[in-house]
């Protein structure tokens, strides 16, 4: 069974600019959460999305945004970067709605490498 | 509200010797708890995960984890490290349904792993 996948896996962009990062899940996962990992904030949470409809958020500001779309397949979108916004960002997909009944654990893709000049 | 505390930031062992990363936790209800590992450049893989069955939890790669309700405390050990096995480790929480809040997992800082030879 494939893994989770998440394209591209590098990209460099300039301040102001936007991007936008895609996951596919595990066939047959139906809850895709995204991840930002940085050095000096460790891994934080951003949104998950189970059935095309965003079920938790973390606390990041308006600029992050995502999507599900009917294949469970996830993207996520950053308007106006800013430098802070360099990091590795990580989508994990699950069965199920993360915390609901038997705590499905996430399976990782292996990131995209997001660089802002 | 939950929380997580890994110990130590960085832990060297020598290859052969047995393995000890410190986990602590705080949670409201009945936890869920996690170990993730993440080689450089790459996403988190579950090394094993505690949901209120066995307390003494087998992982992959011959990692387990004993959950100490007294002590709030799931760390992970291995008998004999391996080269391997560098890498950084992930403590992870999450409480039992009442899904909702900011996604429910939460992440400790990680520690970094060093095998010498």
């Known amino acids: 069974k494939a893994g989770v996948t998440q394209t591209p896996r590098y990209l460099i962009k300039t301040r102001g600019q936007q991007v936008t990062l895609s996951c596919s899940p595990i066939?047959?996962?139906?809850?895709v959460s995204w991840y930002q990992q940085t050095p000096g904030q460790g891994l934080q949470f951003l949104f998950e999305y189970f059935s095309e409809t965003q079920r938790n958020k973390g606390n990041f500001p308006g600029r992050f945004s995502g999507r599900q779309f009917s294949n469970s397949r996830s993207e996520m979108n950053v308007s106006t970067l800013e430098l802070g916004d360099s990091a590795l960002y990580l989508c994990?997909?699950?069965?199920?709605?993360?915390?609901?009944?038997?705590?499905?654990?996430?399976?990782f893709g292996d990131g995209t490498r997001l660089s802002i000049l | 509200a939950q929380s997580v505390t890994q110990l130590d930031s960085h832990v060297s062992v020598s290859e052969g010797t047995p393995v000890l990363l410190r986990c602590n936790y705080s949670?409201?209800?009945?936890?869920?708890l996690f170990w993730y590992v993440q080689h450089p450049n790459k996403g988190l893989q579950l090394l094993l995960k505690y949901t209120s069955a066995a307390t003494l939890v087998k992982g992959i790669n011959g990692f387990e984890a004993e959950f100490k309700k007294s002590e709030t405390s799931f760390h992970l050990t291995k008998p004999s490290a391996h080269m391997s096995d560098a890498a950084e480790y992930f403590c992870v929480v999450s409480d039992f349904f009442y899904g909702g809040s900011q996604g429910n997992l939460i992440f400790g800082k990680g520690t970094k792993l060093s095998v010498k030879p």
């Open positions: 994990a997909s699950s069965l199920g709605v993360t915390g609901t009944g038997g705590n499905q654990p996430q399976h």
């Open positions: 949670s409201s209800y009945s936890p869920s």
């Open positions: 066939s047959g996962h139906r809850s």
